[in-house]
């Protein structure tokens, strides 16, 4: 059992940087809100650490024990030394926590709570999925069932890769080529509200006909992280609502929910990736909307529109990876546009469309700014994506920040 470090929110993002500073110094903490008292009973912190807003008068919020205190005033991060010196000379914590026990733990608690019982889980092919994924297939092996709806909305390669990323694990993993399904559904609709109901309503159509074939399965897994947690304010302040928080619906029939990463930062999640071998293209995955490249496409959704998309936003991932920038930028894609315009192709007049490059720099994604690509890297992917993909004749570069813009054109 690890020494705690229990974070007090009262408000803003502090309480989550510092969260992150603590862990990344090997301690475990985790945080709740200044007005959540009963949810601090029996946690027994070695330390205690007051962030964000005013807490001045904080003394009344403080759980009932003789740990020390640091009050962080506000501050997003505290200097690294500082808390180096409040978590092992004042709290005297000896500095445990990492992802390869972290993993040992949990692989150990799910044999036990599962007891030879049944796993579902979606498999997204994002990141938090999949680390889902190996790591229950380390745990239970063959009696995790993994359901990959492939929606024919995705990124070049991205449903060979998540394939190819679980072949060798021992576990049962079903893809649904659901792709004509889905743009069937989706003809004719331009409108980003209605394909995003669309796209999300026939996903769980797919994914509730595929599991009814295995018949019975006792446990739901989940890819819910501590972001998650935090946000939608169990045991914190609310600042967002997550599907995927709150435990499980009434309407289902499943013992008990498996969220093994529940108490995780994103970072810490890539990492225990790393640690349980999961290759790069999955670990180091841009975020991706749950709707697909259906929103990147803005007008209607055709096979040849998502197949132009895809070698366009490819084309300009690649050049972005090529020198580095993959790491620093909070996301990086092309968008297919429903301009058209007058350009000259093979020396011939053309009208074709217009294909939209976005990139940009986030702490949080609830504020974003534009990312200053170099000149040089954004002429390598034009000339790319003129010369290799067809029918688009212009590319233009979106250096809007959010607000007022999103991060996603729809």
């Given at each position: 059992m690890h020494q705690l470090v229990l974070i007090i929110d009262f408000g803003g993002h502090q309480a989550q940087n510092i969260a992150r500073q603590v862990r990344g110094l090997g301690c475990y903490c985790e945080v709740l809100s200044y007005t959540a008292q009963d949810s601090r009973a029996g946690k027994n912190p070695s330390g205690v650490i007051l962030a964000g807003g005013e807490n001045d008068?904080?003394?009344?919020?403080?759980?009932?024990?003789?740990?020390?205190?640091?009050?962080?005033?506000?501050?997003?991060?505290?200097?690294?030394?500082?808390?180096?010196?409040?978590?092992?000379?004042?709290?005297?914590?000896?500095?445990?926590?990492?992802?390869?026990?972290?993993?040992?733990?949990?692989?150990?608690?799910?044999?036990?709570?599962?007891?030879?019982?049944?796993?579902?889980?979606?498999?997204?092919?994002?990141?938090?999925?999949?680390?889902?994924?190996?790591?229950?297939?380390?745990?239970?092996?063959?009696?995790?069932?993994?359901?990959?709806?492939?929606?024919?909305?995705?990124?070049?390669?991205?449903?060979?890769?998540?394939?190819?990323?679980?072949?060798?694990?021992?576990?049962?993993?079903?893809?649904?080529?659901?792709?004509?399904?889905?743009?069937?559904?989706?003809?004719?609709?331009?409108?980003?509200?209605?394909?995003?109901?669309?796209?999300?309503?026939?996903?769980?159509?797919?994914?509730?006909?595929?599991?009814?074939?295995?018949?019975?399965?006792?446990?739901?897994?989940?890819?819910?992280?501590?972001?998650?947690?935090?946000?939608?304010?169990?045991?914190?302040?609310?600042?967002?609502?997550?599907?995927?928080?709150?435990?499980?619906?009434?309407?289902?029939d499943f013992k008990e929910l498996i969220e093994p990463l529940r108490m995780l930062f994103k970072d810490e999640v890539r990492e225990l990736g790393r640690t349980l071998g999961l290759p790069d293209y999955i670990v180091n995955r841009q975020p991706f909307p749950g709707p697909g490249l259906g929103i990147r496409v803005i007008g209607e959704v055709t096979k040849e529109r998502l197949d132009t998309l895809r070698d366009a936003d490819y084309i300009f991932r690649d050049e972005i990876t090529k020198v580095g920038l993959d790491r620093s930028l909070g996301q990086y894609f092309a968008v297919l546009t429903d301009m058209r315009s007058v350009g000259v192709t093979g020396g011939v007049r053309s009208y074709d469309r217009t294909v939209a490059l976005r990139a940009i720099i986030t702490k949080d994604v609830m504020t974003a700014e534009w990312a200053k690509i170099p000149y040089e890297v954004l002429a390598k992917a034009s000339s790319r994506i003129l010369g290799e993909v067809g029918g688009v004749n212009r590319v233009v570069y979106d250096i809007t920040d959010k607000p007022p813009g999103t991060i996603e054109w729809e």
């Open positions: 008068c904080a003394a009344q919020y403080l759980p009932d024990c003789d740990a020390p205190v640091l009050n962080a005033v506000g501050n997003d991060c505290v200097p690294e030394e500082s808390l180096r010196v409040f978590i092992e000379d004042e709290c005297k914590i000896t500095p445990d926590w990492n992802m390869q026990s972290y993993a040992e733990a949990q692989i150990a608690s799910i044999r036990e709570k599962t007891a030879g019982g049944l796993i579902l889980l979606g498999l997204s092919g994002g990141v938090d999925s999949s680390v889902v994924a190996a790591l229950l297939s380390k745990a239970v092996g063959s009696r995790l069932h993994c359901i990959f709806v492939d929606h024919g909305l995705m990124r070049k390669n991205e449903g060979d890769e998540v394939v190819a990323a679980f072949k060798d694990r021992d576990i049962s993993l079903i893809r649904v080529d659901a792709g004509e399904r889905f743009l069937a559904r989706l003809k004719g609709v331009t409108d980003p509200e209605a394909k995003r109901k669309i796209i999300g309503e026939e996903f769980i159509r797919v994914f509730e006909e595929e599991s009814k074939k295995l018949g019975r399965v006792d446990y739901l897994a989940q890819g819910t992280i501590y972001s998650d947690v935090i946000e939608s304010g169990i045991g914190g302040k609310f600042v967002k609502s997550h599907h995927n928080v709150g435990g499980l619906p009434e309407h289902v």
